[in-house]
């Protein structure tokens, strides 16, 4: 039998990378809300560098800023196919170490609010997402809200100012890469 080649080698790998970050991400979610659960009065937050953050539990049955709050069914739907379409559709085509490490932020993100969804009071598909991390002027949110976001961020890096590909091909030639 031949050797694998070099190519599939490193696809294989990068889809590693991709779900090794989507899993270490959904762990760290997983436990800082079990700590936040544990530790945190949702009547008492915690103001930490000098109250520039503060720790204030809340369970949100909606989406970002509380938005949807009686849409919990619809948004656990969304986020099982965005889920599926991820691991289905965007791993698969991965070729470029960027795009494993923005996809697997992604897939931290959304499995860690996801299990929350499935898996947290008052029942499946019901379940509100424990956000617990106040910013100023801000929403309250989660780990899992931070890989989200970092994952927009360098999915826009990778896109608009890269021009990289998902399949790992230069969209454009930048004037500072012509051969001349």
Excluded at 20 to 48: E, F, M, R, S, W
Excluded at 49 to 58: D, P, T, Y
Excluded at 72 to 97: F, M
Aim: charged share 15%; hydrophobic share 55%.
């Amino acid at each position: 039998m031949d050797a694998p080649s070099t190519k599939a080698v490193d696809v294989r790998r990068l889809r590693l990378l991709c779900i090794g970050i989507g899993v270490v991400g959904y762990v760290v979610d997983l436990a800082t809300k079990n700590l936040a659960l544990a530790n945190l009065d949702p009547q008492h937050p915690i103001p930490l560098l000098g109250g520039l953050v503060n720790l204030q539990l809340i369970r949100n049955p909606g989406a970002a800023f509380s938005m949807g709050e009686n849409l919990t069914v619809v948004l656990s739907a969304v986020a099982l196919a965005a889920l599926v379409a991820v691991l289905g559709w965007v791993v698969p085509r991965i070729r470029h170490v960027g795009w494993a490490v923005a996809i697997g932020l992604l897939l931290a993100g959304i499995t860690g609010n996801l299990s929350d969804r499935l898996f947290r009071e008052p029942g499946p598909f019901r379940g509100h997402v424990v956000d617990f991390i106040q910013l100023p002027h801000f929403a309250i949110v989660n780990v899992a809200d931070i890989f989200i976001t970092s994952a927009a961020v360098l999915v826009i890096w990778l896109s608009m100012i890269t021009q990289v590909s998902l399949g790992g091909v230069r969209l454009k030639e930048r004037p500072d890469t012509d051969d001349e």
